[in-house]
């Protein structure tokens, strides 16, 4: 079984990552379905359906986080992930730092737009 925070998936389930090679929505299905994957972590979409605010915001600063899928009551309680924008790669559990800098540089670039 592979860890939840090495299987991402974008909130628009076209984006799949599996430790940091971009696969196929049918390559996760046949790996799910074969008993590999159990929890996935999901993650803004990095594709053409994603928001250019988060795109933009997680290339100035060299990473995007993602957030355990966990039925509700354990989602409180899930850790924050941080991933590396270029590979794909799980970074670390996301630290204050990692979360405030990622907030004020969405909310910079969001505000230059308008």
Excluded at 8 to 37: D, H, P, V
Excluded at 50 to 57: M, P, R, W
Excluded at 88 to 105: F, G, S, V
């Amino acid at each position: 079984m592979i860890d939840q925070k090495h299987v991402q998936i974008c909130c628009n389930r076209c984006c799949f990552y599996l430790e940091g090679k971009a696969i196929s929505s049918a390559e996760y299905e046949e790996k799910r379905s074969a008993g590999w994957l159990k929890d996935s972590t999901l993650i803004p979409c990095l594709g053409n359906q994603g928001s250019k605010y988060v795109l933009a915001a997680s290339r100035e600063i060299g990473h995007y986080l993602g957030y355990p899928e966990a039925p509700a009551d354990r989602l409180l309680h899930s850790a924050v992930y941080a991933y590396d924008v270029r590979t794909h790669e799980y970074l670390r559990e996301a630290t204050a730092l990692d979360k405030e800098q990622w907030l004020e540089m969405a909310q910079l670039i969001c505000s230059m737009d308008q």
